[in-house]
RNA sequence: CGGGGUGUGGCGCAGCCUGGUAGCGCAUCGGCUUUGGGAGCCGAGGGUCGGAGGUUCAAAUCCUCUCACCCCGACCA
């Protein structure tokens, strides 16, 4: 390919919109421009980075035995409405009616479709399993669209569904798209990790989220040092408390006075005793009505955890109006002694023998208070976020808090959607069974971020060979000199021949214009020949990522090329 | 949606506070010279200062409204 007839902006200075390093990155090397916010143009460079993503995706999923269909992006709302999600999605389902006035929505997702394509042509035990999957841009219409393509609206994913007569065999499918996903994460050159995740109000007993590691990511996650656990933040489990779980009594509460003393940090301070010492009550709104949830001083609570123990979707903070209502204090007094709401306590705060909270009375806190003599607790559980200092729940090994960017997701649908819509088939015994159903989703644009977050330095982009849009950059140094002119055709020529991506910047430009470029492209390999290195009969060959170069003979250029890429490729 | 910020040639910015003929660097076009890490000189083109309304003799600058975008929090591949 010639640099001249590729339309490949590339730019000096980072764009102002841009924070994240890929965002930067992509918008610099000239793959992507920006529409609309998160909506935006693949140029050709990026559109070769996407499509090696895709075609590794593609080739690991047909390897599992997934079959490739394409579904429509735009779906009635009929189906939605069968399934419920109509009404529960939210505003990330961007609605719209055609020219009849229908309800149609741009698919975010497409469980419907696939269950209602599944409902008409399956009917027997016989054509099961299936497991089909689609690459598809989809549409999510999200409260904040930021860094690129790491949360456009608009984005290319690949959504896999299987259909299973019963839960074992949902979950040998389940394994195999384990397998699948980590061969096709490895094959495009990411460090990731595999961490269970939260499986949400769709149940199933578990999920697993697979996470490049990057401290610019989203998410977090925490990882064991010692052992394989590894689990998105809101779902880590904390280890429950070592020794004493019910420390005896001590003297009886009492309130003291603690005027203008509200956050913990404060109490602490002014009680004179460790913020551990300090209990604070969460006053949170449900769809099933008020709970206040107790949690330790130093400890943050984990909202998810608290959902899954109410079996509830909507938790709010009270706000201050309605803490006063519920407690007849302001905030910062809140606390469970006398408060006539469900109690929930996190496991950390039965060990405490004497803790400080509000004592639902403006300007004072008890103290002295026990938890199992002086509160009527409906439950006690892990409400809390586990933290660095805190064991592995598995091994009691040390933990780490890390960050990371969610490439793929997979979970067990079980019947939710087959009941639902009421996808059936007949059993050997002849019995109508609803289907058992799986969904494996990878992010394939956002790889394309990923990568870039992972693999760049200060000159730009580093690609894995497997993503690189051209393997090779072929760069003349004078080509205005006749002998390095056709030296260098010749060698694109051959390279081309060879099967090599190679991209020759046959631009009048100056070398050092060229190899600014280069870097930021992040080719893996870039080949420089002019007047003094034909001179010797060689080219210099430069290593990207270590930046090495060495001087090779044009007579075994190809072969050498060849040699490096597929040690790189294959190991 | 809450909080913070930015909109001035294609890109990055200054000018705004204190109203008075719209500027710089890069990019683009033409010419000459250059050619191993973002070249030099000469010349040229390109902007209703996000939009609307208002104040004023006069608005990029002051006021009001509005739109877009970015960053921090609640969603997810």
């Not at 042509?121 to 999957?133: G, I, M």
């Not at 689990?231 to 001590?250: H, I, R, S, T």
């Not at 206040?292 to 943050?300: F, M, P």
């Not at 059993?427 to 990878?442: F, K, N, R, S, T």
Request: proline share 5%; net charge negative; hydrophobic share 40%.
């Amino acid at each position: 390919m010639l640099y001249s007839r590729l339309l490949l902006p590339t730019l000096k200075e980072n764009p102002a919109e841009a924070e994240a390093v890929s965002h930067r990155l992509l918008l610099r090397a000239g793959m992507i421009r920006k529409l609309a916010s998160g909506i935006y143009n693949y140029l050709p460079l990026g559109l070769r980075v996407l499509r090696k993503v895709e075609n590794i995706v593609r080739e690991e999923m047909n390897r599992a035995g997934a079959q490739e269909v394409l579904l429509p992006a735009v779906q009635p709302a009929e189906l939605w409405q069968e399934s419920g999600r109509w009404q529960v999605y939210g505003k990330e389902l961007l609605r719209f009616k055609d020219r009849h006035g229908r309800d149609s929505c741009f698919g975010p997702t497409h469980e419907e479709v696939i269950t209602d394509l599944v409902r008409r042509e399956v009917h027997s035990y016989r054509q099961l399993p299936l497991n089909l999957y689609q690459i598809q841009v989809k549409f999510r219409d999200e409260i904040r669209p930021r860094f690129g393509l790491i949360r456009g609206r608009e984005f290319l994913m690949k959504d896999g569904y299987s259909f299973h007569v019963d839960e074992a065999d949902s979950e040998t499918c389940y394994g195999e798209m384990y397998r699948a996903y980590s061969r096709a994460f490895q094959r495009c050159g990411l460090n990731f990790k595999v961490v269970e995740a939260d499986s949400g109000p769709i149940g199933g007993s578990f999920s697993h989220e697979f996470m490049v590691l990057a401290d610019t990511g989203e998410d977090s996650l925490a990882s064991c040092a010692a052992c394989d656990y590894a689990a998105n933040l809101e779902k880590a489990e904390v280890a429950p408390p070592q020794g004493n779980p019910a420390p005896a009594p001590g003297a009886a509460p009492e309130a003291v006075a603690t005027p203008e003393v509200r956050t913990v940090e404060e109490v602490a301070a002014f009680l004179k005793v460790s913020p551990r010492e300090v209990v604070k009550t969460l006053i949170y709104e449900t769809e099933a009505g008020p709970v206040a949830v107790l949690l330790r001083g130093d400890h943050e609570v984990n909202e998810v955890k608290v959902k899954n123990l109410l079996g509830v979707t909507e938790l709010i903070l009270a706000g201050p109006a309605r803490i006063q209502e519920l407690t007849g204090a302001e905030v910062g007094f809140a606390g469970p002694v006398g408060l006539n709401l469900p109690l929930y306590a996190d496991q950390a705060v039965m060990a405490l023998a004497a803790m400080v909270t509000g004592a639902n009375r403006d300007g004072y806190h008890l103290i002295q208070v026990h938890p199992q003599r002086d509160l009527v607790l409906t439950q006690v559980a892990d409400l809390r976020l586990v933290t660095a200092q805190d064991p592995c729940p598995r091994c009691g090994g040390a933990l780490e808090i890390l960050r990371g960017i969610e490439v793929g997701h997979i979970f067990k649908l079980g019947r939710k959607y087959s009941q639902a819509l009421k996808a059936t088939f007949l059993d050997a015994a002849g019995q109508e069974q609803y289907l058992y159903m799986g969904c494996y989703g990878i992010g394939v644009s956002r790889i394309v971020a990923a990568a870039i977050e992972q693999g760049h330095d200060a000159d730009g982009i580093i690609w894995p060979l497997a993503l690189a849009p051209f393997q090779v950059g072929l760069i003349p140094i004078a080509l205005t000199d006749a002998a390095t002119r056709e030296a260098t055709f010749r060698l694109h020529d051959e390279l081309e021949a060879a099967g090599l991506e190679v991209l020759l910047d046959d631009r009048d430009e100056r070398p050092g214009v060229k190899f600014k470029d280069y870097d930021l492209m992040g080719l893996p390999l870039r080949v420089v020949i002019g007047p003094k290195t034909l001179a010797k009969g060689q080219a210099e060959v430069r290593h990207r990522r270590s930046r090495e170069t060495v001087m090779v003979g044009l007579d075994h250029l190809v072969s050498y090329l060849k040699d490096q890429i597929s040690k790189e490729l294959h190991g």
